[in-house]
């Protein structure tokens, strides 16, 4: 081994091992409209439609990423990605920035403007301000619907902290949200702030058969106590105080033993604590509680709502997030997935200047992602005369069964056949990973606690410990048992297993498959400049680790190549991955799309398009679905492409102007909100009226 310097930044790094390119770091705000993309290969002449993704590109201070604080590159405004194949022998691309109300109002608060007191800072993966309330960043995945009405597909754009929007496929603006502001409740019911902290999901679903979209709003009690506004009030008017509070403890005692004294009295604590969350809701007027609604919509009307309840009558508590939902014929699924989002994440970045306080809290206050899944199922059959909260009718409540899977889930589909109840679930398990957490410029490798992290790579997410997994489980809907599960761990393809594609129609018939035979899925390889000290301590003993921990950072020296693979899921078949693709090392992939060919007979006819970076180049390669393992056929590239870590997309046949007339008026939706924070901040009213109205009107 040597050292290198990379030359972008001062750190140095050991060299021998693959380095995470740089190019998925940076990310540009410019917005391009079908600039035609330069094409190595041969471009299939049956590619057809519109592909979109989204990822998020920074906030309007960043002007791009990576952020100079380091901050997590999941936190930021939402960027569409259009690709358009409707023409022979070119692809074009349009990007568009996705900005609702919030938008405008985190650009009018900018340090240096009249109204920067009131200005959002980034906490963790979410955008705050104790004034305005918190960012819908619009960031996360992509929706496509056409409701009975339609001539035409529609398309959201989500982010599991706030309400998903529709936007016009066309110009790709936001046109309006899914709801009022009324229909959704906040976390943090009497919270007096123009945007409100809304819980939702990032992958709502569509039954393409009912004609309905199905999403969820909840919100978590005491297992959140320190999300309250009077405590991040606090901490933002004292920080010199905390700051020297902090800075104390770090110089006379370690984090390790201050960590396990916090493990050692953290039930009493936490009883010491719930009595402090109740003493504030009283005075501060705030409700923290635990509640799930479920969401139908019929893309024209208001919303429908249902609460879910556990068979003993008690409210349906969400410990982690809701990232993804299912929809089956007869069943609604529903998910406590392995990943951290909502306002905990204020709290473990509290004073986002200080990154000492950072450092102590995180080491004090993070926790590994819960070794198992809980999941609940709604049955359909169930949700008959539901709520409307825009007419203020009574809640209806509706029992769940609940099922535990053994493994850790962010990301899953069900087969929407459900046959004598039964529900097929097919999971990607990220096996000793926390997605929510990211690397910052204090951290240190895990094998050399001396040696920094690579700078460049702060606001990176952190490597997985250990090897991840894919699953297919068929569980009763009636009973919540599983009655079969497989589980399937591929020394090559699995580790860091995220993101997937998959044929959704019959080539023939056009109508929608009832069943997922072929999912391809992308995988992060392994890589030592992502294997934290911090991480690796989280995780140290992880109940379901099927590596050893010495291993895994031995093969973290060496680096584990990314790949992209097709794994068989039909029930009547074993699990097997049929087809794979190694990428070079230095290479990552993510954001994999299926587009079905003009010609196709049979549902994998097609093609996988996916994001790849390496060195300092960020490209969209083409793959032949049918034959992943030939290499890509094309690449596509432009000077001005410019994206970081991507996250989701969606494919469509054609775009047009929107039809659609459900349109929310942003001036009605807000302006009680707006004039209840404006008894305490007058000048918000004033806000409004000059940098967010004018942008709907």
């Known amino acids: 081994m040597y050292q290198e310097f990379l030359t972008t930044n001062q750190t140095p790094r050991l060299s021998g091992y693959p380095a995470v390119p740089q190019s998925i770091m940076t990310a540009s705000r410019s917005e391009l409209t079908d600039v035609p993309l330069e094409i190595t290969g041969n471009l299939p002449k049956d590619l057809q439609g519109y592909m979109f993704m989204v990822a998020p590109t920074g906030s309007v201070n960043s002007g791009g990423l990576p952020y100079p604080s380091g901050d997590s590159l999941l936190c930021g405004d939402g960027m569409i990605y259009r690709l358009d194949f409707s023409q022979q022998n070119q692809v074009k691309l349009t990007t568009r920035l996705v900005k609702p109300p919030d938008y405008y109002a985190d650009k009018a608060t900018r340090k240096g403007s009249k109204y920067d007191k009131y200005s959002f800072r980034n906490h963790g993966i979410t955008r705050f301000s104790l004034s305005l309330g ?24 989500t982010y599991d902290a706030g309400r998903p929007y529709e936007i016009d496929t066309q110009t790709l603006k936001v046109v309006t949200p899914i709801g009022t502001n009324k229909e959704w409740e906040s976390e943090l019911t009497g919270y007096n702030a123009p945007f409100q902290a809304f819980l939702s999901t990032a992958h709502p679903g569509f039954d393409p058969h009912t004609k309905q979209m199905f999403t969820v709003n909840y919100g978590r009690s005491i297992a959140n106590f320190l999300d309250t506004i009077p405590l991040i009030y606090n901490l933002e008017q004292l920080p010199q105080e905390i700051d020297e509070f902090l800075t104390a403890l770090s110089s006379f005692l370690r984090v390790n033993f201050l960590k396990d004294i916090f493990d050692f009295f953290s039930q009493s604590l936490h009883t010491i604590l719930k009595l402090y969350v109740d003493l504030l809701e009283k005075i501060f007027k705030i409700e923290i509680e635990n509640f799930v609604y479920l969401i139908a919509w019929d893309g024209q009307g208001n919303l429908e709502r249902w609460k879910l309840i556990l068979p003993d009558g008690s409210p349906l508590p969400i410990e982690q997030s809701m990232h993804q939902i299912g929809v089956t014929k007869d069943y609604i699924i529903l998910m406590d997935t392995a990943f951290t989002t909502g306002l905990e994440q204020v709290i473990n970045n509290p004073l986002p200047e200080n990154k000492q306080a950072e450092e102590i809290l995180r080491d004090l206050l993070e926790r590994p992602t819960f070794p198992d899944s809980l999941m609940y199922i709604v049955s359909r ?8 909260p825009a007419n203020d009718s009574q809640p209806v409540t509706v029992v769940v069964k609940k099922a ?22 097919h999971a990607a398990h990220i096996c000793g990973m926390e997605v929510a957490e ?24 952190s490597s997985e410990t250990d090897l991840g997994r894919v699953g297919r489980y068929v569980i009763n809907g009636d009973t919540g048992n599983i009655i079969e599960s497989q589980v399937l761990a591929d020394a090559e393809c699995t580790w860091g297993v ?3 594609a998959y044929p959704d129609q019959d080539p023939i018939t056009k109508k929608p498959l009832e069943r997922l035979d072929n999912i391809y899925w992308c995988s992060f390889g392994l890589w030592k400049d992502l294997m934290t000290k911090f991480i690796v301590n989280m995780y140290k003993h992880y109940r379901n680790r099927q590596v050893p921990l010495e291993k895994v950072l031995n093969l973290a020296n060496k680096g584990i190549p990314a790949y992209l693979f097709r794994l068989q899921t039909s029930s009547k078949k074993a699990l097997k991955i049929i087809d794979r693709y190694q990428f070079d090392p230095g290479y990552m992939t993510l954001s994999p799309q299926f587009i079905p060919r003009q010609d196709a007979e049979q549902p994998t006819d097609g093609y996988i398009v996916c994001t790849v970076w390496y060195e300092n180049k960020n490209e969209f390669w083409i793959f032949d679905a049918n034959n992943l393992a030939s290499g890509p056929l094309c690449k596509l590239s432009h000077p001005d492409l ?10 469509l046949s054609k775009i047009s102007k929107r039809q659609a007339t459900y349109n929310i008026k942003v001036r009605d939706d807000y302006q009680e909100l707006v004039k209840q924070a404006s008894q305490k901040c007058p000048e918000i009213q004033e806000l409004f009226e000059r940098e967010v109205y004018p942008h709907f009107e």
């Open 134 to 157: 918190v960012r819908n960043q619009l960031n996360t995945a992509l929706l496509p619907m056409k409701f009975s009405p339609d001539t035409q597909e529609r398309l959201l754009v």
């Open 381 to 388: 059959a169930d949700l008959k005369a539901g709520q409307f």
């Open 404 to 425: 535990i899977i053994p493994l850790e889930i962010a990301h899953f589909l069900v087969d929407y056949d459900n046959p004598k109840g039964n529900i097929t679930l």
């Open 438 to 461: 990211w690397i910052r410029k204090y951290d240190v490798y895990a094998d050399n606690h001396q040696t920094p992290i690579p700078s460049y790579l702060a606001g990176m997410e």
């Open 498 to 500: 995220e993101l997937y």
């Open 642 to 651: 410019d994206f970081a870590l991507t996250l989701h997309t969606a494919w």
